[in-house]
């Protein structure tokens, strides 16, 4: 079936070290989510990229979607303390004649001070 | 503006008992999600609504989950007997008016241990 596959599924880093989390379809996506979700928390909306090739960007975050639409990535400069969370990045897909948004796993990223 | 409200935050509960799990979501969202999120693994839909109407309830269990928002705003979630496997955390989560799977809003869910 149709999957969001997420890499990798733990990082750790040295705080000040950048992170970088992928996220690939296997089919093409009209958009992608990216989520945050703090440990114990629940998750909440980054950013929804929609346009091939877009790139945004907020503050140390920055977000790509692919040229095919197919995969996605953040990535994190000079990681802080505060990055500390689980990432997730989830894309519509159609199932038979409903449209389903679908999770990838998530990326955990931990972080040493 | 109050975000989505849910409660209880926490439930505890033995096998074969009922539970049910309520969400408010944000003032003038149409549409509403339930989602159960296991331990290390994204959000899993279980339900969408638009207004009162269930649009897409492929991945709720009907044996033993049902939903219901009467009144197109709050909302109820209900498992009825719980098994050892429903323990999760219940995740609603409501987005705006147009296009379904804009930004959606979470609440802050509530944690089932089945016992």
């Known amino acids: 079936g149709q999957q969001v596959m997420q890499i990798p599924q733990y990082q750790h880093v040295q705080e000040g070290e950048d992170f970088t989390t992928y996220c690939n379809s296997s089919?093409?996506?009209?958009?992608i989510q990216w989520y945050k979700q703090r440990p114990g928390g629940h998750p909440v909306f980054l950013i929804q990229?929609?346009?091939s090739g877009e790139v945004k960007k907020q503050k140390r975050l920055t977000f790509q979607f692919g040229e095919a639409k197919k995969n996605s990535s953040l990535h994190i400069t000079a990681t802080q303390t505060t990055d500390v969370g689980t990432y997730f990045c989830?894309?519509?897909?159609?199932?038979?004649?409903?449209?389903?948004?679908?999770w990838g796993l998530g990326t955990s990223l931990a972080v040493n001070p | 503006e109050a975000g989505v409200v849910q409660s209880p935050r926490y439930k505890i509960i033995e096998k074969k008992q009922p539970v049910a799990f309520w969400c408010n979501p944000i003032?003038?969202?149409?549409?509403l999600y339930w989602y159960r999120q296991n331990l290390g693994q994204g959000p899993e839909l279980l339900i969408r609504?638009?207004?009162?109407?269930?649009?897409?309830d492929s991945q709720l269990p009907k044996d033993r989950f049902s939903a219901e928002r009467l009144k197109g705003v709050d909302s109820t979630l209900k498992i009825q007997p719980a098994e050892l496997g429903d323990s999760a955390v219940y995740l609603c989560?409501?987005?705006?008016?147009?296009?379904?799977?804009?930004?959606?809003?979470f609440g802050p869910g509530t944690r089932l241990t089945v016992l």
């Open positions: 989830a894309g519509p897909v159609y199932a038979g004649n409903n449209r389903k948004l679908i």
């Open positions: 089919t093409t996506l009209s958009n």
């Open positions: 003032s003038g969202h149409n549409t």
């Open positions: 609504y638009e207004n009162e109407e269930a649009v897409d």
């Open positions: 989560a409501s987005s705006a008016a147009g296009v379904s799977y804009n930004e959606q809003f």
């Open positions: 990229l929609v346009k």
